[in-house]
């Protein structure tokens, strides 16, 4: 069972592997972030193996170890969560019509519709700032590893400069303040400081969760 879930690891399509060793690369600045952890976990498990004799165990450790797997797989797909309950990008990131003036402008985040939602923190980190200005309203900063997020245009901030987030956390509630025309969360994303698309950290977790559901279908 050990093996197979060591194989299964091995498997991981080529197509995710970009997002996810950038994570990776954060991912150490966070203690707990937990993907890191049981990536650790698993390149241990795959130590072990081959230094252990083959298992010969009774059912019940056979049935501890499929256990083991299990919470692992959800842990992993635990360890990761939408912005929002129900994501519909209403702008993506990048040029566009400005809203307020009609002229070309840059769009650095990505818009999501919201209505008196709840705004979760994507994966584990800390609360780097909150605040207000006329430009992003209402926001929120967390910072994951390399990454910071922002959430702009809250009607309410609901977390504070220096806590430690976990995934699912909410850390605020939707709005229109600031330079918004009608409702929605504006994310911003960067890496080392330099405005990265928004939709890299949603394609990862994507790509977290649909492995993970592979995966426990598959134990
Ligand atoms: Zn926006």
């Known amino acids: 069972m050990k093996k197979e879930l060591w194989m299964m690891t091995a498997a991981i399509p080529l197509c995710i592997v970009p997002a996810k060793a950038q994570f990776n690369t954060v991912a150490t600045i966070p203690a707990r972030y937990k993907v890191e952890v049981l990536r650790t976990d698993m390149n241990n498990a795959g130590a072990t193996l081959e230094n252990e004799a083959p298992v010969q165990g009774a059912s019940t450790d056979i049935l501890a170890s499929a256990d083991i797997d299990k919470k692992r797989w959800i842990d992993r797909y635990l360890s990761v969560s939408y912005p ?99 409702e929605h969360l504006h994310i911003t994303c960067k890496l080392d400081g330099k405005s990265v698309n928004p939709s890299v950290i949603l394609d990862y977790i994507q790509s977290v969760r649909q492995e993970c559901v592979e995966a426990l279908a598959g134990l």
């Open 84 to 182: 929002l309950r129900h994501i519909r990008i209403n702008s993506p990131y990048g040029y566009r019509k400005d809203p307020f003036t009609g002229k070309k402008r840059f769009h650095g985040g990505l818009d999501l519709h919201a209505r008196g939602d709840e705004v979760l923190a994507m994966m584990e980190g800390v609360v780097v700032k909150v605040g207000q200005d006329k430009a992003s309203g209402k926001y929120v900063i967390l910072r994951h590893g390399k990454y910071t997020v922002s959430y702009c245009h809250l009607s309410k901030i609901l977390a504070v400069k220096g806590a430690a987030v976990r995934p699912r956390d909410v850390v605020g509630i939707t709005g229109s303040t600031g330079r918004s025309t009608g």
